[in-house]
């Protein structure tokens, strides 16, 4: 039996950053003497959109439309590095029965999006262990792993997104053959682009001068991904509401400036696409006037920049390192944890000197009477005289534990000591028999 395995060594916050060093190790173990090429690794970053569809198509035979169910999908490899940690590529060698470990470092490029994941596709970055070997299957492994890339809005080169910029609407109400007032809207936007944490205000002013009332006004930041497919080629697209605010409306022939306070909320998932084939997003504000009835709404569309890096300012120099590991410092025992190692004289050689009233017995060890204990482990010398061995009645024993009750009564923990010259009790088979 054969097993291969990919570790990582540095994932300990579960990502990686374009341009993060990936250090690991190839594990392998086998039961006999294997042939191989090399034993290799390889690192790829992978873009795949998959969905049902249909076509059309013609029976043979007869002329008749007929449609039937295809799967449409797209593969893009976004990049691949391969590293021969042993071996080559041609030739054969012969690795042994046991373990075998090669450890690899390995560099993520700087220009790649970041792991994503819906339900028309992914993209997905790996490694591959893989032990190549000659006309036989070969022993893989694989490993995926995350990437963060963060969306830098200073790559757009557009520094005009930080401008203020506005925006302006009407529309004339009729009611059957009567045209009343106009209803306009303006909007000031301070500027196109939008990073978390980050607060934009947007002014909406809004005039009716028609016999009609406002019944609200509402800001919406959506979100709409593009997946695409070339096998044949088609699209999906998602939309996401990043955000919803709601004011109060406005009655006839009334005036009112409303402010906005857009910021991105906390789990808001901001995609790197730059270098991608198969997906595509882009955001926009749709600020809504809401009509009763049959009169269409009042609508402005704004087309801002999402980000993580605003214009103007930098990534973290030395790229996007991980938080260090956050160490406790550990309780201290009540106990000692080492004890000094206990010096015994040897027997029989020379002029032995032992220490007065140390751990060891003033009997040399050739002497030492039979039956007394261990030199070092109990008091010093004088025997049991005087001494609190053993423990006395009301000592807890540590043996056992009583419980409550039994402690309220006095539970002794271990019998009483034998008095001098008495005789201890006998024993039960004695009565026995």
């Given amino acids: 039996m054969a097993q291969c395995k990919v570790w ?47 076509e059309e198509y013609t029976e043979q035979g007869s002329n008749e439309r007929k449609t039937r169910d295809i799967r449409i999908e797209g593969n893009n490899e976004i990049f691949a590095t391969e590293l021969i940690l042993y071996g080559a590529q041609t030739g054969t060698t012969t690795l042994s029965a046991g373990q075998h470990i090669y450890p690899f470092n390995v560099t993520l490029p700087n220009e790649i999006p970041g792991s994503y994941n819906c339900e028309y596709g992914s ?65 000031t936007l301070p500027k196109r682009t939008l990073v978390p944490e980050e607060t934009v205000n947007v002014l909406v002013r809004l005039s009716n001068l028609s016999n009609t009332n406002i019944e609200g006004v509402e800001l919406k930041l959506k979100q709409s991904i593009v997946c695409k497919a070339y096998n044949p080629s088609e699209s999906r697209s998602i939309e996401n509401t990043l955000l919803h605010l709601t004011e109060v409306g406005l009655g006839a022939h009334g005036e009112n400036t409303y402010t906005f306070p857009v910021k991105l909320p906390p789990n808001c998932t901001i995609p790197n696409f730059a270098f991608c084939k198969l997906f595509k997003v882009n955001y926009h504000y749709k600020v809504t006037a809401l009509l009763p009835g049959v009169h269409a709404n009042l609508e402005i569309d704004m087309y801002p ?103 309220a009564a006095g539970f002794p923990s271990a019998p009483p000591p034998a008095q001098a010259g008495q005789m201890p009790p006998p024993s039960y088979d004695s009565i026995q028999k």
């Fill in 305 to 407: 920049e999402l980000g993580n890096i605003e214009i103007g300012h930098q990534a973290p120099i030395g790229g996007f390192q991980p938080p260090p590991v956050t160490t406790y410092p550990m309780a201290q025992p009540s106990y000692p944890t080492s004890y000094p190692a206990t010096q015994y004289p040897q027997a029989g050689i020379g002029n032995q000197q032992y220490p007065e009233g140390g751990g060891i017995s003033n009997y040399p060890p050739a002497v030492q009477p039979f039956g007394a204990p261990p030199p070092g482990m109990y008091p010093p010398t004088g025997g049991y005289a005087g001494s609190s061995y053993p423990p006395p009645v009301s000592t807890p024993s540590l043996t056992g534990y009583p419980s409550k009750a039994e402690e």
């Fill in 8 to 54: 990582l060594e540095n994932y300990h916050t579960g990502q990686y950053f374009p341009g993060s060093q990936i250090q690991g190790k190839v594990v392998l173990n086998f039961t006999s003497e294997t042939k191989c090429r090399s034993v290799k690794l390889r690192l790829f970053g992978l873009e795949h959109t998959e969905w049902m569809g249909t």
């Fill in 123 to 187: 993209i997905t970055f790996k490694l591959l262990g893989i032990v190549d070997r000659p006309m036989a299957f070969d022993y893989t492994d694989e490993l995926i792993f995350i990437v963060v890339s963060l969306v830098d809005l200073n790559n757009l080169r557009k520094p005009d997104l930080l401008e203020s910029t506005s925006y302006s609407d009407d529309k004339t109400v009729c009611c059957l053959c009567c045209a009343q007032g106009p209803i306009e809207m303006d909007i």
